[in-house]
């Protein structure tokens, strides 16, 4: 009977704890923290104002990964996986809940509107950009560049466009090529995939992987620019980079 | 329910054999090199030199290491433990607040023990914990919510549980205590809430607090002028990882953590004693022999708690007993451990902020080197040339083998308002992109820091080394578990963990066959020879 018991109240108290509805504060004192706050852990990738940069505008009413309050305080402490958000470390839990009120803050300033035309930054992409030889969305496209199903998610549309003009300056974390030389002579020159003290994995432009001990590598050069992308300074006019960026903006979901 | 019983019988059996013949008096542990198979204390023995006399793996058949088993544990906290072996038991530390006995032989489990712990803890990096003492049939844990406990060996049962400091003001415990005579010596954490540290013994039977060192003087006595205002309340210097012991002067050497803010020394002008020292305390007392100071007035948050080294050697011809130590601040320091008074130092990895130490061993800090609202670049980064995890020592070739950094911060300093509870930082630090950072195994030498040989690293490695009478040296880069030889650098011998290495290893012996110990991840892994 005390098993059954104490049973119940497990499921009772892990009910109770799901249902838990997180109060985020909102006094002004709490607002003008979270947002210093803000400036110090988030603005960063978010910008000053939340408006997205390297990291996703807040400037929404919803966010993917934080559709409540609770999932917001858990992404801002936790982090996301698989994304480049970090968790916060040096925040208390009270910090959080203030950091996260000034986000939420942020979800009622009105949306701009991303300039453009998707439709033909679309035909851009395809045509005159030819984007997709280096790139891929949904599985369609090359793999030297990174892949851009969910790039309007990621990134806001002012990083967008300097990435396309200036690349060298929006290389992602991470984003390394080069080329490995073999001391039995091999040369393979691809996006480094992964790499440790002990070994390298690299892989080419038509998609091949490689992997290389260290020991019986000859040497692994690094070119200067960190990016093989050329820039469509000058390439596109200012309207179709206006409406290429509307077209990478729209890119939200996985089809 | 009856097969269940039935399966369980054999093991629980086994189980009480194994842990019926378990009592570690404190002699066993200071005559530790008697039973080179058993690993009876943190660094394996007194002097913290993290050095195994076993030999049946050496430099000839590395390469044929292979893992014997493995232990999961069911947590999704990094496990950093360093394992304690006892005649075929091995009782480990899991994250956030588990300890477990362990057979050696097979890697089954004998007991668990779970302690309940608040969900509100305040903490800077993480639930972990990095060891526990043995004395006796005893086995002590510190809590990461501050507790010290005490275990029944055989069984896993609570025998004490006394609370050290209050978790809810910033206080917690991640360091494996020290079993000294019929003491358990335990540190504390919690330096970036602005707590005030201290080093605490406890008598091993029955709890009742012996001595407790208080790491910053209060007002009155000796060192408190060292803090401006009331700062010395809220200045942390805590003791975070284990200390070692020299039985034949009764000494404990503690080492003491970052002054309080970390980044921001505005509100703390002065030396803030006793933060980043190393202290020589009487082990029966609790008194201060002497301190010696590596970072004074340290805004960089270069605590200096690393675990330090007693080594003997000679100095300008002159055999000495030193205490020696690879500091976060960039310097390696060589001390008389009698008196404390500084022998030599130097600079083990690049270092901008001082242009060297004085003939005290003072650093002699250079113009604008703090951190500043905009950001100040300095090498090394608040990560340190090395940090808590164990560096290791080779009598024989006088070799200390330390895992470093060479990295550079962006240093930040902010604001500091106090709250109990609260952190309480004054800036930050940010990463450095000019220069690609990397880690290496550096050997040097013990007596004056000088570079033998290096091994580089890919990337920093935030992990521990230890090094055996088979010539080897072990230690982690990112997962990968690897041994390089001890007189050249080289590497010898490889292993994927496919987990995050952060831990220090150990090695000991079971029915005649030598095993290496690491913890990757949520897993322990144990080595053995085909």
């Known amino acids: 009977m005390k098993i059954v018991f104490l049973f119940s109240f497990v499921i009772a108290a892990l009910a109770a704890d799901t249902e838990t509805k997180v109060k985020l504060p909102n006094s002004r004192a709490d607002m003008i923290h979270g947002e210093k706050l803000f400036q110090v852990h988030c603005a960063r990738c978010h910008g000053p104002k939340g408006e997205g940069s390297r990291g996703p505008t807040l400037i929404r009413a919803r966010l993917i990964h934080a559709p409540d309050d609770a999932a917001l305080v858990a992404v801002i402490d936790d982090g996301i996986r698989g994304t480049e958000m970090p968790g916060a470390e040096a925040m208390s839990h009270h910090e959080i809940l203030q950091t996260a009120a000034f986000v939420r803050s942020l979800g009622k300033v009105p ?16 045509t005159k950009g030819n984007c997709g030889a280096c790139h891929s969305i949904s599985g369609e496209g090359g793999v030297a560049g990174p892949d851009l199903t969910q790039i309007g998610e990621a990134r806001s549309p002012a990083y967008l466009r300097e990435s396309i003009v200036d690349p060298q300056a929006a290389v992602p974390e991470g984003y390394v090529r080069l080329t490995v030389v073999s001391k039995a002579g091999r040369s393979v020159t691809g996006v480094r995939v992964n790499e440790d003290s002990f070994s390298i994995q690299v892989r080419d432009d038509s998609g091949r992987s490689f992997s290389f001990w260290k020991s019986d590598v000859a040497r692994v050069d690094k070119p200067q620019n960190k990016s093989p992308m050329p820039s469509f300074r000058g390439q596109l006019s200012d309207l179709e980079l206006t409406d290429l960026v509307a077209y990478l903006a729209s890119l939200k979901e996985r089809k | 329910m009856k097969v269940l019983i039935w399966l369980s019988a054999p093991v629980v059996l086994l189980a009480q054999v194994l842990l019926a013949q378990i009592s570690v008096p404190y002699e ?5 090199n008697k039973e080179p198979g058993n690993w009876l204390t943190y ?3 007194y002097t913290g030199q993290r050095y195994s006399p076993l030999d049946q793996i050496d430099t000839g058949n590395v390469s044929k290491l292979r893992i014997s088993w493995m232990h999961q544990v069911n947590e999704l906290d990094t496990l950093e433990t360093s394992p304690l072996v006892v005649d075929g038991t091995m009782f480990i530390t899991a994250p956030p607040n588990m300890v477990e006995a362990i057979d050696a032989a097979t890697g089954r489990t004998l007991w668990t023990y779970q302690k309940e712990i608040p969900r509100d803890l305040r903490l800077c990096c993480g639930r972990v914990n990095r060891g526990l003492a043995i004395l006796g049939q005893t086995v002590y844990y510190a809590s990461i919510d501050a507790h010290l406990i005490a275990l029944d060996a055989r069984t896993g049962t609570v025998r004490w549980d006394v609370t050290m400091a209050d978790y809810k003001t910033g206080y917690s415990s991640t360091g494996a205590p020290l079993a000294v005579k019929d003491k358990i010596i335990t540190g504390m954490a919690g330096g970036e809430f602005g707590v005030r540290g201290f080093i605490d013994a406890y008598d091993a039977k029955t709890g009742k607090r012996a001595w407790r060192f208080n790491t910053i003087p209060v007002k009155g006595e000796a060192g408190n002028e060292s803090w401006t205002g009331e700062s010395w309340k809220t200045g942390s210097a805590t003791s975070w990882v284990t200390g070692v012991f020299d039985p034949e002067t009764n000494t404990v050497y503690w080492g003491t953590g970052n002054p309080g803010p970390d980044w921001n020394g505005d509100s703390r002008s002065g030396d803030n004693l006793y933060s980043d020292c190393l202290i020589a305390l009487d082990a029966d007392t609790g008194a201060r022999k002497w301190h010696f100071q590596y970072t004074p007035h340290d805004v960089n948050d270069w605590d200096s708690t690393q675990t330090p080294m007693l080594i003997e050697g000679l100095v300008e011809g002159q055999p000495r007993k030193m205490v020696v130590l690879a500091n976060r601040n960039g310097f390696y320091y060589a001390l008389d451990r009698i008196n404390g008074k500084f022998i030599t130092g130097r600079p083990y990895v690049k270092q901008t902020w001082a242009s060297g130490l004085d003939e005290a061993g003072r650093p002699m800090r250079l113009p604008d080197s703090e951190p500043s609202v905009e ?21 024989k070739t006088g070799n200390y083998y330390v895992n470093v950094k060479e990295m550079a911060g962006i240093y930040h300093k902010g604001e500091a308002d106090y709250k109990p509870g609260a952190f ?20 040097l030498d013990g007596g004056t820091g000088q570079m033998r040989w290096e091994y580089k690293l890919r990337f920093p490695s935030h992990a521990g080394l230890m090094t055996t009478a088979g010539g ?8 990968s578990f690897f041994a390089l030889d001890a007189r050249k650098g080289d590497l010898l011998w490889r292993f994927e963990a496919g987990g995050a290495i952060i831990a220090n290893p150990i090695s000991f012996m079971s029915a005649g066959k030598q095993y290496v110990v ?13």
């Open chain 2, 472 to 479: 080897l040296v072990f230690g982690s880069n990112g997962s």
């Open chain 2, 28 to 32: 066993r542990i200071r005559d530790a």
């Open chain 2, 424 to 443: 309480f930082n004054g800036g930050g630090q940010h990463d450095y992109k000019g220069e690609e950072p990397y880690g290496a195994v550096r050997a």
């Open chain 2, 43 to 45: 660094s394996r023995d």
């Open chain 2, 375 to 395: 950001g100040k670049l300095i090498w090394p980064s608040l990560g340190g040339g090395s940090n808590w995890y164990s560096s290791a020592y080779d009598a």
């Open chain 2, 518 to 530: 690491i913890a990757a991840g949520h897993a322990l892994l144990v080595f053995a020879l085909d």
């Open chain 1, 111 to 126: 949306q701009q509107p991303v300039p453009g035309d998707p439709a033909r930054g679309a035909e851009i992409y395809r």
